[in-house]
Each structure stands twice: as C-alpha cells, then as structure tokens.
C-alpha cells in the first residue's frame, strides 16, 4: 500500500510559478512510476505528466512549461510548473502505479494510488 501526499499548491498570477511536491510513503518508491493529472471544475480529469523511471512524458498543453522529477532518496516527485497560465488552474493530483506504466502513462486508470490533490489557481 502507497499513500501519496501533495503540497506546493497556491494562488500565482499567469506567468508565474509553482512547484507541487508528493510525498509517498513505503520503501519501493523506486520502482514506482509517477504521475500527475488535474481536474478543473466542470471538466474531466486529464493527464499533466508521468515519471516512469528515468523516461518522462508531458501533455503537449504543458510541454516546454512543465518539468517531472523525482527524489528517489526523498519518496518525492515534484512538478515544476513555469509560465503558468489561467487555464492550468485545477486540482492537481499526483498518481503511482507499481513497475513501468509503458504506454499507458498518460491513462488515468493505469494507477492504483492516487493522492487527495492540491489546488493550484492561475490569475489572469
């Protein structure tokens, strides 16, 4: 069992930044691919970003903005997000699914962990 904690959410004008943190519990944290999708109100939950190992995968809306890493020593992956526009404003959630999510990082229903979300709201 993996429990995931998010933070690093706040208010920011548009082009500014944030930097969300997940913070996991367990001792395989390694072996874990991560990721992190978000909800707007009245939208659907869609995919931000995925860790799986030492590859990484962006949607194109955040592509060039957005930056996932992890601390393996830490149990910590971080989204770094840069440039940040009225229309990233949503809940972020961070996501973990044992082993490689191979193609299907970018699938909601790839993970079996899944944090309680942080809320991140861009000002125009």
């Known amino acids: 069992q993996v429990q995931l904690v998010e933070s690093g959410g706040g208010l920011v004008q548009a082009g500014g930044s944030l930097r969300l943190s997940c913070a996991a519990s367990g001792r395989t944290f390694s072996s874990y691919s991560m990721g992190w999708f978000r909800q707007a109100p009245g939208k659907e939950r869609e995919f931000v970003a995925a860790?799986?190992?030492?590859?990484?995968y962006y949607a194109d809306s955040v592509k060039g903005r957005f930056t996932i890493s992890r601390d393996n020593a830490k149990n910590t992956a971080h989204l770094q997000m840069n440039s940040l526009k009225p229309e990233d404003t949503a809940v972020y959630y961070c996501?973990?699914?044992?082993?490689?999510?191979?193609?299907?990082?970018?699938?909601?229903?790839?993970?079996?962990?899944w944090g309680q979300g942080t809320q991140v709201t861009v000002s125009s």
């Open positions: 860790i799986s190992y030492s590859y990484a």
């Open positions: 996501a973990a699914v044992r082993y490689s999510c191979s193609s299907y990082c970018a699938e909601s229903r790839t993970y079996d962990y």
